[in-house]
């Protein structure tokens, strides 16, 4: 194998492995219904958008009744409201 199809085959590689393990995904529509039923609990009127990755899902924008924003971290096990962050 040449220097040149080897480098290639590890840049392809590399690309293959670093887009899978960092990648962001929409919920499913049951996760949805979970995560839309957790922020309305807990006082949120709405939201821009809900991301979901292998540790955490992200809420941007949440919006409480006060009319306060805050960016949220849930827990993709149990949904619960991990953390706050007041915008």
Known sequence: MSFKTAGLAALALGIAFTGSAYADRAPTPAEL??????LKEAGFTKWKKIEVEDDEIEVDDAIDANGKQFDLELDPKTFA????KAE
């Not at 219904?33 to 957790?38: A, D, M, Q, R, S």
């Not at 409201?81 to 706050?84: D, G």
């Open 33 to 38: 219904t979970k995560i839309e039923g957790v």
């Open 81 to 84: 409201i991990v953390k706050r």
